[in-house]
Each structure stands twice: as structure tokens, then as C-alpha cells.
């Protein structure tokens, strides 16, 4: 964050920081996508006997605990799905040549209303004469929704988001970063927030993938995402995708 951090200072000292915490990543991506590959195959297998004796049985009691079973293994394909997104195993196929700032603007108005319960004033500064990215468009809003859900997390009485595009100064990529007034990532959390179920939120409020996914759909689109956090000033994420 150039407000938090000298940038020409650090950029060297960022760029190995990030090859880094990547290739620590990696060696935890490799062990997640096992880890989903071998809980999928029975947990499809469980669905179906769920669904098999939804439809065949009559007895209240038991139909209600079936439906409850049903509910679990759906929470735990949710997670398996995740973890699969996080370790980058996922189609290229969606792809398509689209404007960053109109993909902004829609995830922004869909959580309109939630950031104006909570008071949370939006800043934009787009600039608007970006080349067209090559984009998985759901994928890059599940991306977006993740990160403002953050946001929205941490300024739970109200607080300012700006949210910037730009070409980078290499001008091979767009450059998005969103900024947010909330109390900010304490030093020793920052190496961890990409890990695959890390969180500071009470259970059922976070399974700690929000940040996972949203690491494992941008590279796999070639960009990276980077996170400088200063504990009761905010938070900046700044995502870079490539021009190609
Ligand atoms: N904007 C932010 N401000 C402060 N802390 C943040 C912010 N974004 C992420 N964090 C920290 O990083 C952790 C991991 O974030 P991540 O989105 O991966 O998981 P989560 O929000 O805890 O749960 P989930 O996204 O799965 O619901 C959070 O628990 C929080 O401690
Ligand atoms: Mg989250």
C-alpha cells in the first residue's frame, strides 16, 4: 500500500517476497488437490445412497435426518470444490474478452445494498480506457464477492472502500486494488491469509477460503494477487491480471 509502504524501496524485496510465499503455496496446492481428488470419489458415492434412499423413504424421522445428511456432504463438496479452485485445477474453457470496470461495477451493485446497511461508502476510480482482459467472468467475480465480503467483515460499523483500476506501469497487465478502512491483518497473519482454511473468524462465520480461491483463480489466469495490511489503518489487495 504506497501509504503504508515505501514502493521503490520494496519492490524488490516484495517481488522475492511473493515468488516466495508462491512457492510455499504450491507445495500446499499439490496436497490439497490430493486431498479433494480422494474425497470426491466417495462423497459422490455417499450423495447418491443419500438420494437413493430420499426417494424411497417414507418414515419422518428418517427422511429428516437424510435431508440433514444431504445438507452435510453438500457443505463438504463446497469445501472440496474450494480446495480444487485453490489448487488451480479448474477449466479454462469459460473464457472470454471482457471489460474489467463494467465486471466491477456488476459484483459492486449486486452487494449494494449490504454496503449501504453497513455504512460503508464506496470510492471508484476507474480508469476507463482499459484493454480488454481474457477472463473466466464468474470466476473473476467470485473473486471480487470474496474480497469485498472481507471488507464488509472488518467495517462492521461503516468505513470507506475504494476500489482503483489502472494499466501498469509495465503496461502488460490492468492493475485492480481495493482499499478498506477496517482494523487491518496483524503482521505475523499476513504469510498466512492464502491458506487454505486460515481465518481469525469465529466458526460459521469463515472457513478460511476466501483468500485461497481467489489465489488459485488468478493465477490461474496468469496474474497475481498481493495483500499489505496495517493493523487499525486497512487493508490494500492489489490484483494484477495479464493483457494478452
Ligand atoms: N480486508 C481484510 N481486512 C482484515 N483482515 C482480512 C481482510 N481480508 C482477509 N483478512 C484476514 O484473512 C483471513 C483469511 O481470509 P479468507 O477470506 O481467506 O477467509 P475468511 O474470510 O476468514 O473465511 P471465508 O472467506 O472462507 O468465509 C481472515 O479471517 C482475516 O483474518
Ligand atoms: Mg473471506
Redo the contacts with the bound molecule.
Keep these: 500500500m504506497s501509504s503504508f509502504i515505501n514502493i521503490t524501496d520494496s519492490e524488490k524485496a516484495g517481488t522475492e517476497l511473493l515468488q516466495a510465499q508462491n512457492q510455499r503455496l504450491a507445495s500446499i496446492e499439490q496436497l490439497a488437490a490430493g486431498v479433494a481428488h480422494e474425497i470426491n470419489n466417495p462423497l459422490m458415492a455417499l450423495s447418491t445412497e443419500i438420494q437413493l434412499l430420499l426417494e424411497t423413504s417414507k418414515d419422518k424421522k428418517l427422511v429428516e435426518s437424510l435431508k440433514n445428511m444431504d445438507k452435510f456432504s453438500k457443505r463438504i463438496a463446497g469445501i472440496v470444490t474450494d480446495l480444487v479452485t485453490f489448487s488451480r485445477d479448474i477449466s479454462t474453457d469459460a473464457r472470454e474478452f471482457s471489460g474489467i470496470n463494467s465486471l466491477i461495477e456488476k459484483t459492486l451493485l449486486s452487494m449494494k445494498r449490504r454496503f449501504k446497511l453497513t455504512n460503508i461508502k464506496i470510492v471508484k476510480k476507474f480508469d476507463k480506457i482499459l484493454p480488454n482482459l481474457t477472463i473466466d467472468k464468474e470466476q473473476i467475480e467470485q473473486v471480487f464477492i470474496?474480497?469485498l465480503?472481507?471488507?464488509l467483515?472488518?467495517m462492521p460499523n461503516g468505513g470507506k472502500l475504494t476500489v482503483s483500476t489502472k494499466l501498469s506501469s509495465t503496461k502488460d497487465a490492468v492493475e485492480i486494488i481495493f482499499v478498506?478502512t477496517?482494523?487491518?491483518?496483524a503482521k505475523e497473519?499476513l504469510p498466512k491469509?492464502?491458506d487454505p482454511f486460515?481465518?481469525?473468524?469465529p466458526p460459521r462465520?469463515?472457513?478460511?477460503?476466501?483468500?485461497?480461491v481467489c489465489h488459485g483463480i488468478i493465477e490461474n489466469h496468469g496474474g497475481d494477487i498481493k495483500?499489505d495490511?496495517e493493523l487499525n489503518r486497512g487493508?490494500e489487495?492489489l490484483i494484477r491480471l495479464p493483457i494478452k
Excluded at 477496517?182 to 491483518?185: D, K, N, R
Excluded at 462465520?205 to 485461497?212: C, E, H, I, R
Aim: hydrophobic share 35%; proline share 0%.
Design positions: 470474496n474480497i465480503m472481507n471488507s467483515d472488518i478498506d477496517g482494523s487491518g491483518i497473519n491469509i492464502f486460515f481465518t481469525t473468524k462465520n469463515g472457513t478460511g477460503m476466501g483468500l485461497s495483500i495490511s487493508t489487495v
